[in-house]
């Protein structure tokens, strides 16, 4: 007996829809592997792009050193100052209580504004940095109009007494004042507006180096020489006399030997005796000063055993020594001539006082130079001997 197997009638139906249902997965998969490789490459290029970006403002700030975004996050003010200096808008500098207190003066209306204290700090350090007097100076800080200093240069009297003599009086000693009055000091550098409206243009180290260079300058002068007529009173503007006939109010000084030159023989007893007409207590601390063409002579002088009287600094930044004692190189000293105070030297942090407001005012004036922006800086400034036993002059002549 056999037996026969009849097909379900929807068999066939099932196996022919069979091929349909994988070929259908099949392109789900590939639409989904595909779908991956997109976002993959999608997700790749935008991270290329990123760090192309990155790259790109990473060298675009190298170009740009001072007025970058960063800068103006970590310091807000600088911004509303760099507005000032370029267009002359203070809005930024009202809207901030920091750029009242540290920008503003009292007058507001005559638009006068301090420099900020980061600018500030450039000029200073570039004022110490030249050969100036300022450099060995007594300097101070003053708010008023003038700094007074007070000086005792007389003898208080004594004498032996016995033990049932009588005591007699003795002389007292007497106090003098030296008053140091400031004076102002100005600056006028200028840049086209267009200059100005770059905005890759540093503004702030512009303006502190123009400043500096002025002020640094005419300062130099005004310490050596300066007749004291709006303007500090050089040490070399007093009456000089020969050391031996000193007196409180004059300079003394030590003559070379020769008219316009030092002595032909010996000429290194000079500077020998230039330094022991200073006073013991004022020597620890003395310093040489003269400039280029003086130091470029007396560096060849020897002593009787050969030995050359200078030697230069072992250190980065240490001055050179003439005789032990540091040179200070001021190209505003006179050179080398007839009857001339070519060399200095002395105790000058006791011997010169340069007093100074620390504040200067910037004054932008668009209007008098078009297309030209003026900035007026001004800076009060004063200086004075206020030691004339303190400093001895070297004069070349015969006597």
């Known amino acids: 007996m056999s037996t026969s ?3 379900m009638p929807d068999a066939p139906q099932e196996a022919k829809s069979m091929p349909s249902v994988q070929v259908k997965a ?3 998969d590939f639409l ?20 192309l970006n990155m790259l790109e403002r990473k060298n675009t700030g190298a170009r740009r050193p001072v007025l970058s975004a960063v800068a103006e996050v970590e310091v807000p003010h600088k911004k509303a100052f760099a507005a000032y200096l370029r267009s002359g808008d203070d809005d930024g500098m009202r809207a901030l209580d920091v750029e009242e207190k540290a920008l503003s003066t009292a007058v507001s209306g005559d638009g006068g504004y301090l420099v900020d204290p980061q600018t500030a700090d450039q000029i200073a350090g570039v004022l110490h940095a030249t050969a100036s007097i300022r450099a060995i100076a007594n300097v101070v800080a003053v708010e008023s109009t003038a700094y007074d200093v007070l000086v005792d ?3 208080l009297g004594a004498g032996w007494a016995s033990e049932t003599g009588s005591a007699s009086e003795t002389s007292t000693p007497q ?48 310490f050596v020489s300066g007749d004291g007529v709006d303007k500090p009173t050089g040490f070399l503007t007093y009456t000089t006399v020969a050391n031996d006939s000193w007196s409180w109010g004059d ?10 030159d030092f002595a032909a023989v010996d000429p290194a007893d000079a500077i020998v005796d230039l330094v022991y007409s200073l006073g013991a207590r004022y020597r620890a601390n003395a310093t040489f000063v003269m400039n280029s063409k003086t130091a470029g002579a007396v560096r060849k002088m020897k002593d009787a055993d050969g030995r050359f009287l200078w030697s230069d600094g072992l250190a980065a930044g240490e001055p050179a020594r003439l005789m032990g ?5 001021a190209e505003d000293m006179p050179d080398i001539s007839s009857g001339a105070n070519a060399v200095a030297f002395g105790d000058f942090a006791a011997g ?3 007093a100074e407001r620390p504040d200067l005012r910037i004054l932008r004036d668009p209007f008098s130079a078009k297309p030209h922006v003026l900035f007026y800086a001004t800076k009060r400034v004063g200086g004075d001997v206020s030691d004339f036993a303190a400093i001895k002059l070297l004069k070349f002549a015969a006597s």
Request: proline share 3%; charged share 25%; aromatic share 6%.
């Open 32 to 51: 989904q592997d595909v779908t991956k490789v997109n976002s993959d490459l999608k997700n790749r290029l935008q991270e290329q792009e990123k760090r």
């Open 153 to 155: 240069h007389t003898e």
């Open 251 to 260: 300079l003394g000084y030590v003559a070379t030997g020769a008219d316009g």
């Open 175 to 222: 106090v003098e004042r030296i008053s140091i009055p400031l004076h102002e000091l100005s600056a006028l550098p200028k840049a086209s507006q267009r200059l100005l409206d770059d905005s890759a243009f540093d503004v702030e180290g512009w303006l502190a180096t123009r400043i500096a260079d002025k002020f640094s300058r005419a300062e130099g002068v005004a």
């Open 325 to 329: 004692y540091a040179v200070l190189v």
């Open 26 to 28: 099949a392109m789900d």
């Open 352 to 354: 010169y006082t340069v």
């Open 5 to 7: 197997t009849t097909p």
